[in-house]
């Protein structure tokens, strides 16, 4: 698969659907306060062994603050404050559409960035990984989960 926007929503779909996948991601966003669109995409990207620098994924991520916070963020909360139903239902596949188009302003944002290949696309996941942990914790070692996701993309099914 190449790599590209459509690819990087197909991806996200299937590797979110993996075992421990959902999981790790969840706990990196509800305890770590990480966004799950950007594990997803450092995933994705360490697949195709293309390593972001620092400064790259400090600009990605940055160009989706205003949507991820005022969209993708209210959206969740708001899903997860209702009872099951259907209208629960309707705003979790709103928060699925808010999500896709996140994604979609991410790989704009990637559009121009050079990236040199890594050593492997373990290397890549890891550094991908560590490059987003770090632009919000100041502890360079990753929390377990995001070593679970590594090996689950160094690995796919």
Known sequence: MA???DG???FS???YGQPTVAKACLEAQDRY???VNALLLACYLGQHNTCLASSDWQSV???????Y???VQPL????RALLPGSFRERIKAMELEAEQEEQRHLWQALEGMVSEPAASVAVAVTDNLQAVWELSHPDPLMPDCLYALARRAENPA
């Open 33 to 35: 306060g990480l966004r």
């Open 8 to 10: 990087f929503w197909q």
């Open 3 to 5: 790599c590209s926007q």
């Open 76 to 79: 969740r909360a708001s899903r």
């Open 69 to 71: 916070q005022g969209v």
């Open 61 to 67: 991520l940055a160009s989706t603050d205003d949507w």
């Open 13 to 15: 779909l299937r590797f």
